[in-house]
């Protein structure tokens, strides 16, 4: 059974960091890209960060590149996002989420189950 | 990048009427479409993607169609737990979008 755990969330101080972490079974993590979507609270849909399944290749959206890094440890079945310099607009619940498809474009098949961060003084 | 407009942005219908939902692209993105199910309080699940086929274990009662720039999610007989936000996803242009989503109301 695939499963994808999230955890890492929190409260943290404006300019503060965190690192969220998604820990995959029930599937062969190192052949699959991995991405982080987020959901800010009352809001749709955005995906922030995404990684091959090597971790050669990233991206990250415009609202996040240069703060956020996103990054993977195939050896321990393992997705991180490394955010820096947090701010309010970066409050929201943080999924990692899993292709349908490796090695190709796909729609998302299995989602963690989201991790809160919350950014308040 | 592709913008995805859903619409409406709320819909209400009543248990057992049909649910339209519809979902436009700024460009083509051919059918590499894919629509969301997002129940309150939990993660997104995967309900069509290929712009009409089924994920694993949805009820028949969801339906898909269309190419190009205009998408249609349908739910035949709308059930109680059909409650949900709806979203679309393009996956045919990098990067990957979603529409802004509709939120489906029990009347």
């Known amino acids: 059974e695939v499963q994808l755990l999230d955890s890492g969330g929190g409260l943290v101080q404006p300019g503060g960091s965190l690192r969220l972490s998604c820990t995959a079974s029930?599937?062969?993590?190192?052949?699959?890209?991995m991405s982080w979507v987020r959901q800010a609270p009352g809001k749709g849909l955005e995906r922030v960060a995404g990684i091959s399944a090597s971790g050669d290749n990233t991206f990250h959206a415009a609202s996040v590149r240069g703060r956020f890094t996103i990054s993977r440890d195939n050896s321990k079945n393992t997705l991180y996002l490394q955010m820096n310099s947090l701010g309010a607009e970066d409050t929201a619940v943080y999924y990692c989420?899993?292709?349908?498809?490796?090695?190709?474009?796909?729609?998302?098949?299995?989602w963690g189950q989201g991790t809160l961060v919350t950014v308040s003084s | 990048e592709i913008v995805m407009t859903q619409s409406p942005a709320t819909l209400s219908v009543s248990p057992g009427q049909r649910a339209t939902l519809s979902c436009r692209a700024s460009?083509?993105?051919?059918?590499?479409l894919a629509w969301y199910q997002q129940k309150p309080g939990q993660a997104p699940s995967l309900l069509i993607y290929?712009?009409?086929t089924r994920a694993t274990g949805i009820p028949a009662r969801f339906s898909a169609s269309g190419s190009g720039t205009e998408f249609t999610l349908t739910i035949s007989s709308l059930q109680s737990e059909d409650l949900a936000l709806y979203y679309c996803?393009?996956?045919?242009?990098?990067?990957?979008?979603f529409g802004q989503g509709t939120r489906l109301e029990i009347k």
């Open positions: 996803q393009q996956y045919d242009n990098w990067p990957p979008t």
């Open positions: 989420a899993k292709p349908r498809i490796a090695g190709v474009v796909a729609p998302f098949d299995f």
């Open positions: 290929g712009a009409s």
């Open positions: 029930g599937f062969s993590f190192s052949t699959y890209a």
């Open positions: 460009q083509s993105v051919n059918s590499d």
